[in-house]
């Protein structure tokens, strides 16, 4: 157990909806970092926010947004959702926002029809 | 942006041998480098990681190297064993701020 929770680990909706993934760090830590993983592919970084603010931005569609709350528990925000948008979603956490360990939480699996 | 390839793809190995999965980058601002293991169905979790200024660093049957000069790392199994099956991710990190990227990912196969 890396002390990152996800919740909801699953997650059924259809196409058009919005869903939040939510995350919390483990203890202590102050950055956040969100992933996707399709079936069979490998982990493309969407976002990571620091201590409230966003600190680095990947291929994050403009249908997505996330944010970190003054707790640092971290939402991500899926809109419009489209059949591609099924992935294994992932946060992580790690002390600062700078070259360090990442540690992942268990993902939100999110199967879109 | 940054490329990041990992070769092999796949691999499988017989247990007790050798696995080197190597990982190449195009930003050579990058000076921190990890390895993360996935196991089926499991979150990725780092395994090792070397930062710019050390050549090689061991953690009992893993080991990695890095080139910085030819911009590639490479993670080295030694003794394989069933357990090591995994899916394996290099992710090259460069200074805060910047978008990270990570290897497409090694299946590797330990065959009893």
């Known amino acids: 157990d890396s002390g990152v929770t996800q919740t909801p680990k699953h997650l059924i909706t259809a196409t058009g909806q919005r869903v939040t993934l939510r995350c919390s760090p483990r203890s202590g830590d102050l950055s956040v970092y969100w992933y996707q993983q399709s079936l069979d592919q490998g982990l493309q970084f969407l976002i990571q926010y620091y201590n409230g603010e966003e600190r680095a931005k990947g291929n994050i569609l403009e249908r997505f947004s996330a944010q970190q709350f003054p707790d640092l528990h971290s939402e991500l925000n899926l809109s419009s959702l489209e059949l591609g948008d099924s992935a294994l979603y992932f946060c992580?956490?790690?002390?600062?926002?700078?070259?360090?360990?990442?540690?992942f939480g268990p993902g939100t699996r999110l199967l879109v029809l | 942006g940054e490329n990041v390839e990992q070769h092999p793809s796949t691999l499988s190995v017989q247990e007790g041998d050798s696995a080197v999965i190597k990982c190449t980058y195009s930003d050579s601002a990058s000076n921190y480098f990890p390895w993360y293991k996935q196991e089926l169905g499991k979150r990725p979790q780092l395994i090792i990681d070397i930062r710019s200024n050390v050549g090689e660093k061991k953690d009992q049957r893993i080991a990695v190297t890095l080139n910085k000069t030819a911009k590639h790392f490479s993670l080295h199994i030694t003794e394989t064993q069933p357990e090591d099956s995994a899916v394996y991710f290099c992710?090259?990190?460069?200074?805060?701020?910047?978008?990270?990227?990570f290897g497409g990912g090694t299946r590797v196969l330990v065959k009893p």
């Open positions: 992710a090259p990190h460069k200074a805060a701020g910047n978008k990270l990227t």
């Open positions: 992580a956490s790690s002390v600062g926002g700078d070259r360090e360990t990442q540690y």
